[in-house]
């Protein structure tokens, strides 16, 4: 039977363009071969709880610019803090136990480079967002 750990690990997508080697950080190498993977494997789930976040705020979002949407986006993941830590659940919960127990050794350092991913990724995903504001 295959353990949790094995199971996670499957099911991420591979990402060619995050390197891992000896040269990088630890924070860096962490970055690219967990929270990278893991971002882009949680992107539908991340994203339908970013509208979620829209609804709940009034649709207000739908009324903005591009460029204030872009800062809308990165206000709500740095500022609404239940709204940052739901989001930081869904990435921390797709960790193995091996990565958890690297990810509390430095969390705080960590935490920054998966959120700055996680609004990334809803950023380039804005279109899917907007198209949503016609159905």
């Known amino acids: 039977m295959e353990t949790r750990d094995n199971q996670l690990l499957a099911l991420r ?55 204030r949407r872009m800062n809308y986006i990165e206000n709500a993941i740095q500022k609404d803090i239940k709204f940052r830590n739901s989001l930081k659940g869904m990435v921390i919960g797709q960790f193995t136990v091996e990565e958890y127990r690297s990810y509390i050794q430095n969390s705080s350092a960590l935490n920054k480079r998966m959120m700055n991913l996680v609004k990334e990724r809803i950023q380039s995903n804005i279109q899917l967002l907007e198209r949503e504001m016609a159905v």
Do not use: C, W
């Not at 591979?14 to 949680?42: C, H, W, Y």
């Open 13 to 67: 997508p591979s990402i060619p363009s995050a390197q891992v080697n000896d040269s990088m950080s630890a924070d860096e190498q962490f970055q690219n071969g967990t929270l990278r993977p893991v971002v882009k494997l949680q992107n539908d789930l991340l994203l339908e709880a970013f509208r979620n976040y829209i609804a709940k705020h009034k649709n207000v979002f739908y009324n903005l610019t591009i460029e």
